[in-house]
T-cell receptor, first 109, second 114 residues
Framework: SQQGEEDPQALSIQEGENATMNCSYK?????LQWYRQNSGRGLVHLIL?????REKHSGRLRVTLDTSKKSSSLLITASRAADTASYFC?????????FGAGTQVVVTP | DTEVTQTPKHLVMGMTNKKSLKCEQH?????MYWYKQKAKKPPELMFV???????INESVPSRFSPECPNSSLLNLHLHALQPEDSALYLC?????????????FGPGTRLLVL
């Protein structure tokens, strides 16, 4: 069964705009990670946020985590065409990964 | 070396064939994973190996048989597959099985079962 639910399912924006996607989960977690997948390829790790952290930054990425609401958000600032990909959250419950449904992001020049 | 490699990249097989997928990493990771991913769906965990021992089997049909011959290699043996098994098969590794570990993914093997 799927642990994480993501919304929106798809997002279309123009270069320079910000992209925000959300992930909700059901059970307690140790950490939450965000991955990116280009069409038909492997997943690339973007960022990990621990259960005792509330916000984390990495370059143009900002991740928040609200354990009371069991939700996380990923913000990509100043998007580029190269950011076009599917983005997945993954919850880690004692070593067992479960991925959310993913958000497909299309950035047009 | 931070790479997980998978071979072959593409595989077409009939329902009576026997084939194997291979995964290799040289990062010294002691946990390795197989995932199955259907189009426009998230990856689904199939198997987890920790220190070359099967740690998690997510009730995968016996026509999929994993093997971890050493700490760098992970195989997935396929036999008598069904067309619905067509998918992208992803291998991943992490330093160890546990919390706060990042998984590193290979590019996947795209499997088509005819």
């Amino acid at each position: 069964s799927q642990q994480g639910e993501e919304d929106p399912q798809a997002l279309s924006i123009q270069e320079g705009e910000n992209a925000t996607m959300n992930c909700s989960y059901k059970t307690s977690i140790n950490n939450l990670q965000w991955y990116r997948q280009n069409s038909g390829r492997g997943l690339v790790h973007l960022i990990l946020i621990r259960s005792n952290e509330r916000e984390k930054h990495s370059g143009r990425l900002r991740v928040t985590l609200d354990t009371s609401k069991k939700s996380s958000s990923l913000l990509i600032t100043a998007s580029r065409a190269a950011d076009t990909a599917s983005y997945f959250c993954a919850t880690d419950s004692w070593g067992k990964f479960q991925f959310g449904a993913g958000t497909q992001v299309v950035v047009t020049p | 070396d931070t790479e997980v490699t998978q071979t072959p990249k593409h595989l077409v097989m009939g329902m009576t064939n026997k084939k194997s997928l291979k995964c290799e990493q040289h990062m010294g990771h002691r946990a390795m994973y197989w995932y199955k991913q259907k189009a426009k769906k998230p990856p689904e965990l199939m198997f987890v190996y920790s220190y070359e021992k099967l740690s998690i089997n997510e009730s995968v049909p016996s026509r999929f048989s994993p093997e971890c011959p050493n700490s760098s290699l992970l195989n997935l043996h396929l036999h008598a597959l069904q067309p619905e098994d067509s998918a992208l098969y992803l291998c991943a590794s992490s330093r160890r099985l546990g919390v706060k570990e990042t998984q590193y993914f290979g590019p996947g093997t795209r499997l088509l079962v005819l």
